[in-house]
């Protein structure tokens, strides 16, 4: 047996710790003798300056349990949650084991996928701040001291080309804007950069600067023109440059207004034209360059001449045979 860092052999006997009212004897089986207990030591826990036999079960104190296992004294004491409150806010009572908060911690929000604390406060836009308050979202939207109307209020933000601000609506004129007129042409023609188009790409790129620049632009569209193409083909090489390629045929209604008649624009396109003159013999050397963005002939119409893409078989006579 071993037993204060002391090993005994079976059958011997021993005082711990000098008490003599206390006999330990090592051996297999605990029995009285007289007035006094003879202990198993294997099986019994010297704990405090007491012994236990083995499974007695004991209080330690207000929040320990002890158990005796075959000579050790095991302890176990109550898991206590975390608190969110301060230490300075947490208080135990008489005879319980774990601290509470002294005050009821808040709670939470949760707003556009972040957490909020109680008290917090952030700009949602220019216009409008939020505040949490015990797990709830509150939002105020500065009022303001006018009384314009949309899409004049619109308008008294818009920036853009002289032209636009030239055209500026001021409270002296009494003539109407004529993005006043445009409105829904302007909404309807500008829309796509919001649509399924791009939505891929308005991941990674805000559509919503191109979007004001493309009202703007149609603000002071003459008739007949496509003044929205200048921002959606702007938004489309932002889209490129991370990795997003916009085919053109999406937003077709730019198409033939950026490329010449026949061709369309492609990021990877070949290096050199195929005219009338070398339909079948482009230089080899051309062949091999490397692929260039731009406007380039489409498959139905892959012969460039006189500044359009016309079919092969319409090169004009005498070059028809090289094909």
């Known amino acids: 047996c071993s037993f204060g860092g ?14 003599p009212c206390i006999e330990c004897s090592c051996k297999i089986v605990s029995f009285f003798s007289g007035s006094r207990k003879i202990y198993d030591v294997s099986l019994v826990c010297f704990f405090r300056n007491k012994i236990y036999t083995n ?34 806010q947490q208080y135990t009572t008489p005879g319980s084991c774990c601290p509470k908060c002294k005050v009821k911690p808040r709670k939470e929000c949760r707003y556009n996928g972040q957490i909020q604390m109680h008290g917090d406060e952030w700009q949602r836009d220019v216009c409008t701040e939020c505040e949490c308050r015990d797990g709830h979202v509150h939002c105020t939207m500065e009022e303001c001291n006018n009384t314009l109307k949309c899409p004049k209020f619109g308008d008294s933000w818009r920036t853009g080309s002289l032209s636009a601000c030239r055209n500026r609506l001021t409270p002296l004129q009494k003539k109407e804007s004529p993005c006043e007129k445009n409105f829904k042409t302007r909404e309807h023609e500008c ?24 009202l703007m632009d149609m603000c002071d569209c003459p008739k ?5 193409c200048e ?16 085919p053109q045929e999406k937003y077709g209604h730019c198409k033939d ?19 009338c003159d070398n339909i079948n013999s482009i230089d080899r050397s051309c062949l091999m360059k490397p692929c260039v963005r731009g406007c380039h002939c489409t498959h139905n119409r892959p012969v460039f ?19």
């Open 55 to 88: 499974t007695k079960h004991i209080r330690a104190d207000n929040c320990t349990d002890c158990t005796c296992m075959e000579g050790t004294m095991v302890c176990t004491s109550p898991t206590c949650p975390v608190l969110i409150c301060p230490v300075e």
């Open 257 to 275: 207004k950026t490329c010449p008649d026949g061709a369309e624009f492609n990021v990877c396109g070949p290096a050199c034209a195929r005219t």
């Open 191 to 214: 829309q796509i950069l919001l649509s399924d188009v791009f939505v891929e790409c308005s991941k990674k790129v805000d559509p919503k600067t191109y979007y004001r620049s493309c």
């Open 6 to 19: 002391k090993v005994f052999k079976n059958g011997d006997t021993f005082t711990p710790g000098g008490d």
């Open 231 to 246: 921002s959606l083909l702007a938004y489309s090489r932002a889209c490129t440059r991370e990795g997003l390629y916009i």
């Open 224 to 228: 007949g023109k496509l003044c929205s």
């Open 305 to 323: 001449h006189n500044g359009r893409c016309i079919p092969a078989h319409r090169c004009p006579k005498g070059k028809q045979d090289a094909t």
